[in-house]
């Protein structure tokens, strides 16, 4: 009994992490590999957690390894797929066009936000999990918590608009 609760407590938040790591730019099979990587560090270490500070421990391995990869990527670039498609999609009706460089544009700018903020209004907003949900997972006060999105929505708006305006 205690072993299928497990499995589908790893599915639930294999579930979870997966699509918060697809919400941050990260292709299918980079996600998996993540999600796979850091239930298999959970099984293994799942003794020396503590069981109030389980969901922050998955979330921080698994976003810890997003920057590893997002640091490898870096030193070693490749062509971006979603530019490769906009060139060979030129016979698109104009308004398809217009949500990839509007989505774009959103990624942009959260890519010009801390790490932090990022974060925040990817959970809160990109994947609609509950300020609980997210501190929880970000081993954070809830209202502490509130602040931040706060800020972090006010940063985006800013820049938003600035990018906006400069182009």
């Known amino acids: 009994m205690a072993k299928e609760s497990m499995n589908e407590f790893i599915q639930q938040v294999g579930t979870v992490l997966y699509r918060y790591l697809r919400r941050r730019g990260l292709a299918h099979e ?3 590999d993540i999600v796979q990587d850091t239930c298999y560090k959970f099984l293994l270490h799942k003794n020396g957690i503590q ?7 998955l979330y921080r391995v698994a976003t ?3 920057y590893d990869l997002k640091r490898k990527e870096k030193r070693h ?3 971006n797929t979603d530019e490769v498609q906009l060139v ?3 016979n698109i009706p104009e308004i398809l066009v217009l949500k990839r460089e509007k989505s774009k544009d959103i990624r942009d700018t959260l890519n010009m936000l801390s790490n932090l903020h990022e974060e925040l209004l990817v959970l809160k907003y990109e994947l609609g999990l509950s300020y609980k949900e997210i501190s929880a997972f970000m081993n954070m006060n809830e209202n502490t918590l509130k602040t931040h999105v706060r800020r972090a929505k006010e940063e985006f708006i ?3 608009k ?6």
């Open 77 to 79: 670039p490749t062509t």
């Open 64 to 66: 810890n390894q997003f």
């Open 158 to 160: 800013k820049r938003y």
């Open 88 to 90: 060979s999609l030129a």
């Open 51 to 57: 069981s109030d500070k389980v969901m922050s421990w």
């Open 30 to 32: 980079d996600a998996e």
């Open 162 to 167: 600035e990018d906006i305006y400069d182009e």
